[in-house]
């Protein structure tokens, strides 16, 4: 085994292990007791991958168009959910209450614009993450949808991927709600400018 300079190598013997969630990937089969949260995974990264040869879309149709491709992909073994298509009724998680139904489309028509005067491409992934999960326009995974947009505006542009790993997500759910707070929105701007040039 290759080692380093100044790092020894280890072997270690663990047989024959299967990592569970990389069964899915590999067999393309959900997980016996696991299926819903299997297909959601499975839908989601054919999502990903799908991605890689889209380019972000310039008109707000088009944005919309692509946020109901995705949203179908990500929950399409979840029929009752209405894959791709906008909600039926408000949603509400842990307390937070979205869009109305009635504006969401015109929330994220005028958000899009938003997001295509954004200057820098870590802005208009900020912004495009931040829109569609405010909006919550389908009735079930948005927050995927949401981070499929952000993805997108950095990849088109050559700039690496963002992962929320789920240690985190309790932060990645409250910074939208930090950014309402009226004392904190100064800091905030400069803060994600400075980011978004990474």
């Known amino acids: 085994m290759p080692s380093h300079p100044g790092v020894p190598a280890i072997a270690v013997n663990v047989g024959r292990v299967e990592p569970p ?3 899915v990937f590999d067999r393309g089969q959900p997980l016996q007791y696991r299926e819903d949260d299997s297909h959601d995974v499975l839908g989601t990264w054919r999502a990903i991958r799908g991605s890689r040869a889209l380019t972000f879309p310039g008109s707000y149709p088009a944005f919309w168009e692509q946020l109901r491709s995705w949203n ?3 929950i399409y073994a979840r029929a009752a959910k209405r894959p791709g298509e906008l909600k039926e009724k408000n949603n509400v998680a842990g307390g937070t209450a979205f869009v109305d139904k009635e ?5 994220l028509e005028k958000g899009f614009e938003r997001i295509a005067a954004a200057r820098t491409p870590g802005a208009r992934a900020a912004i495009a993450m931040f829109v569609v999960a405010e909006v919550h326009p389908f009735g079930d995974g948005n927050g995927r949808t949401a981070r499929l947009a952000m993805n997108l505006a950095l990849t088109v542009a050559g700039r690496m991927r963002i992962i929320i790993p789920t240690v985190m997500r309790d ?3 409250q910074s939208p709600k930090k950014a309402y707070q009226p ?3 100064r800091r905030l701007r400069p803060h994600t400018q400075r980011r978004s040039r990474v």
């Open 72 to 74: 179908r992909e990500v």
């Open 171 to 173: 932060d990645y759910i």
């Open 183 to 185: 004392r904190r929105s």
């Open 21 to 23: 969630v990389f069964s």
């Open 103 to 107: 504006l969401s489309l015109g929330t």
